[in-house]
């Protein structure tokens, strides 16, 4: 079942990805859909605009007028949005009209408020040239009847809310998100509600994985520390398998005292690969029984949450139906050099500061150690050491994976020091 | 109260921040707290390893053994993590040892066991050198009982979890959230729930804001459409400012139908701006009564969104604490020319692609009218044409502000493609 030789990160993403059914469909209302997936296309059940309407408030006129400079016409109606116009523009006419409005007939084009100027009586002076169909919103210009308007997989964005309100769909078909355990294991661990004992270690990796389980959208479920005993393990395991992923830290080193993979194929489970090329994360596991995955993630937090990055996001991503499964990177320049042996995909946890010049520059958190738990709540990225990499050099660019709360900045590309 | 210059974008962010208040302090569980912001600092309640614990699976020894390549060393005792070690380690002993374990007293340095040989008996050959120290983790290394673990201000990402966890603590203090009133103005539009009528425009407005609001983790309040009667409006709008932040599309344009601002003025709201040099965009307000605050969003669907993303996002974040206010921006190369006349600010709508050098392209996505909704739904990012430009060649680079759903990318940074 598993390959001799470790995999690369990618050749473990795409072994990962190979093994993930895609989620059935269900129907949520508008108001739950975000970050969800469609799971059919939406058609617009009319034209949008429903008719040609004013992009401005102004005044519509017949661009036939306007050849010269300074025409002045007489102001006929007013038309607001929601209005029906009353009355056909004819030569010397203009409507004086709001943004969203209609169109009257015999007008072909908008002259902005600001481009006129109000003269005595109904009468007003247009300042600029005016060609036929300047800021006129025309029927179906953004979508007609029928017309696809988010295909099927589309996630629903903010935008795509609008969109679909826009086509009155006060419910949708979406993929369904993943049932997702998290498990704990290990003898050393005290949980969150325990008295203090300072012979043992705080459990943090289950609180950790499920919070970055929920940053996906997802509620998990959360089973508690199984202790290092192979029936009370199986027993754990079992009910996590009830779930359409369970995830489970610790215990899965290669030493003497590894009950999760055997506890894993005495119940069926088949296993996939145990060893990525990556530090930290090594030993990482995917095992699949039916449409059922298991992460055996290690035991120590950063690696815990490294791995999860790099195989369990991708893989509840794919599960919800969505096309974009990983995070994004962006290009930075290292403030210092990072040594590295060939051999493993390394991931340096670092800080991003925004330069004058606009581009990043990426500072490692300090102490890389896996246990240090710290870096991970510090860190914005983490910077990308390819496995055949013999170090990076001081200002060499690298890519640094966005973390969750990278999405934001502290300055704004508008503020002063901005290019 | 209003100068009579419009502001820049830069020069509205700086205004509604200086009016922004900071969000009273609440104490949630751990398990909801996930991209929230501490109200306070936290500290470490031990030290973290809480002894010198291994960090890998091997063997514990004395690094004064282990001078020559090739030593051979009797196995004492198994410790597992949770283990306290019953045997001191002396010379030519070692302890087989677990990741996390206690590290037995006269070890002094951690071998992993892919670095050794078994041999019969309880004897082990070590392969390689090793130097004091070498994968032990320090009591304390991590933490110190006492010091700051996580500052105030931290935002409560999953790493920030983890560490909450490891310092037991299963109730956090954090800012408040803003309750937010979400508002669409005119007579045009028709419900989500109303029956089809083609002579109105379906109301979406409210729905992607709503859900823009949603996206920073804040469920708004949904006040409905106000007609653009006098009354009726200032009723919606009294309703509104029972909030902290209330946000009203539609309505505020500077034709002669704009009931909202002389609604605003009436019910005691002071107006800080009104114009802001941008496109699409212009017009935008800020009110403030007391301490809560109105912001007035063009009518057209994506003006309103791209004020939203400017000026409500970071007012909402500041509130909520946050030092990060705004949207994270990429450097792009374009994929074609974008034209721009001097004077205001522009976004345009981009999708982004990655290419075989791991850089960004950036693309219009087509018609850039301010009535196209389905460019928000399409978009990956606004492209900053910035307000002094006149026109951006292809080939160029620009700054592109990430918008929702664009923290993910379809391919790998270990994609095969990837440098």
């Known amino acids: 079942m598993i390959g001799k030789t470790n995999l690369s ?50 005044f519509a006129v017949r661009s036939a007028d306007l050849a010269g400079a300074g025409a002045v016409l007489t102001v006929i109606e007013d038309i607001r949005a929601g209005d029906r116009p009353q009355r056909s523009v004819a030569g010397g006419q203009c409507a004086r009209i709001m943004t969203g409005a209609p169109v009257p007939s015999g007008a072909d084009a908008v002259v902005r408020v600001e481009d006129t100027r109000a003269l005595s ?146 119940l069926g489970v088949t296993l996939h690969f145990w060893c990525v090329e990556m530090k930290p994360g090594h030993p990482v596991a995917l095992g699949t029984r039916d449409e059922r995955l298991v992460f055996a993630l290690p035991g120590n937090p950063v690696s815990s949450m490294v791995c999860f990055e790099q195989f369990v996001l991708p893989a509840l991503r794919a599960f919800m139906g969505h096309s974009r499964l990983f995070r994004r990177d962006v290009t930075a320049t290292l403030a210092h050099a990072v040594k590295h042996k060939p051999g493993r995909t390394e991931f340096v946890r670092v800080t991003l500061r925004r330069g ?51 999405g934001f900045e502290v300055a704004s590309v508008f503020a002063e020091n901005a290019p």
């Open 9 to 58: 990160v990618g050749e473990a993403q795409a072994r990962v990805l190979r093994h993930v059914p895609l989620g059935g469909v269900e129907e949520v209302p508008l108001e739950c859909s975000l970050g969800r997936v469609l799971a059919g296309e939406v058609r617009a059940n009319r034209d949008l605009p429903p008719r040609d309407v004013s992009a401005m408030d102004g």
């Open 121 to 266: 009586g109904d009468r007003v002076e247009i300042l600029v040239p005016v060609k036929a169909g300047d800021d006129i919103r025309l029927r179906g210009e953004t979508l007609r009847n029928g017309d696809v308007a988010l295909a099927a997989g589309t996630e629903i964005t903010p935008g795509a809310v609008g969109v679909l309100a826009a086509v009155k769909r006060a419910r949708v078909l979406v993929r369904r998100r993943p049932r997702v355990a998290v498990l704990s294991s290990g003898d050393e661990l005290e949980a969150l509600d325990a008295p203090f004992d300072p012979e043992r270690i705080p459990e943090s990796n289950g609180h950790a994985l499920m919070a970055q389980v929920r940053a996906l959208g997802i509620e998990p479920a959360y089973l508690g520390i199984a202790r290092d005993e192979p029936e009370e393990l199986a027993a754990y395991l079992r009910r996590g398998l009830e779930h359409d992923v369970l995830l489970v830290s610790g215990g899965s080193s290669v030493g003497t005292h590894d009950h999760v993979r055997p506890a894993l194929e005495a």
């Open 356 to 406: 004058a010049d606009g581009g990043l520059t990426a500072s490692s958190t300090g102490m890389q150690s896996s246990g240090n738990l710290c870096s991970m709540a510090q860190a914005d990225g983490l910077l990308i050491v390819p496995a055949d990499c013999d170090g990076l050099a001081a200002g060499a660019a690298a890519r640094v994976q966005l973390l969750d709360g990278a």
